[in-house]
């Protein structure tokens, strides 16, 4: 029988590796594998790259929250998941609001969502296209965020105290 062990951030359930991982998100070292591979595919691919690699990366700090994850960037890649989801900005205008969030002094602790409706890494990383890693990571970032729908609020607080600033 293979041992197996459940990602405490997505719930992903993956054979057990000897992989070794920081844990600076709350992730298994075979979840935090997985998202390694979509990253390469993704530096591979120009299109991919420019289009979604700003969301796989705030998607997967999202849905990897609590543990060891500092509640700076759970917050931080929250936002971000709010300027692509809910305001629609482009990477490019994401990514300056983020550094400029950072700055900030206080951060509030976020609960994770006890609710798992969502794709994880394993999904992504299974792909067939170019087109199908861009829909699949929407797809994953959509569901996470409506996931954390409890802190929505926070999230568009955040983001107009930054944006606001500009």
Not at 136 to 149: I, P
């Amino acid at each position: 029988m293979v041992e197996t062990r459940v990602c405490p951030g997505c719930g992903l359930e993956m054979p057990r590796s000897d992989r070794s991982y920081d844990h600076y998100f709350n992730a298994s070292p075979e979840c935090w594998s997985l998202f390694g591979e979509i990253e390469a595919r993704e530096f591979e691919n120009p299109a991919i790259l420019r289009r979604v690699h700003q969301l796989t990366v705030d998607t997967y700090a999202v849905q990897h929250a609590g543990g060891p994850h500092p509640d700076k960037s759970v917050c931080i890649h929250l936002v971000g998941l709010y300027l692509a989801l809910e305001r629609g900005l482009p990477p490019e205008r994401i990514r300056p609001a983020m550094q400029r969030l950072a700055a900030r002094g206080a951060w509030p602790h976020l609960e994770p969502p006890r609710e798992r409706e969502w794709l994880t890494t394993y999904d992504v990383a299974l792909a067939a296209s170019p087109e199908e890693h861009i829909r699949l990571v929407r797809q994953w970032a959509e569901q996470v965020w409506h996931a954390w729908r409890e802190h929505h609020a926070v999230a568009r607080a955040l983001a107009e105290e930054v944006l606001s600033e500009r």
